[in-house]
């Protein structure tokens, strides 16, 4: 009797080892594949936002530019009104 419980026992055991590394296997490919996944679209939004960076980076250059263009004519229209009042 004891022989034939030490036998199903084991038996339990070895499937439940077996199922246990099967479960894993199937478990970590499944990280593995999302992990692939998630790298894949971070290289891809990577290239996209440094796409988008020099964009505005472009506009940001172009509306300095324009202010400091602005700032230079206040300056001139001020100084031109002080030469009036001045004469």
């Given at each position: 009797?004891?022989?034939?419980f030490?036998?199903?026992?084991a038996s339990?055991?070895?499937?439940?080892?077996?199922?246990?590394?099967?479960?894993?296997?199937l478990?970590?490919?499944?990280?593995?594949?999302a992990?692939?996944?998630?790298r894949?679209?971070?290289?891809?939004?990577v290239?996209m936002?440094?796409a988008?960076?020099?964009?505005?980076?472009?506009?940001y250059?172009?509306?300095?530019?324009?202010?400091?263009?602005?700032?230079?004519?206040?300056?001139?229209?001020?100084?031109?009104?002080?030469?009036e009042?001045?004469?």
């Amino acid at each position: 009797m004891g022989f034939l419980f030490r036998v199903r026992m084991a038996s339990f055991f070895a499937g439940a080892a077996t199922a246990s590394f099967a479960g894993f296997y199937l478990l970590y490919k499944d990280y593995m594949l999302a992990q692939d996944a998630i790298r894949r679209q971070i290289s891809l939004h990577v290239c996209m936002v440094n796409a988008v960076y020099q964009t505005v980076d472009e506009r940001y250059e172009s509306l300095n530019k324009r202010i400091t263009d602005l700032e230079n004519q206040k300056a001139a229209a001020a100084t031109d009104k002080m030469l009036e009042v001045s004469d």
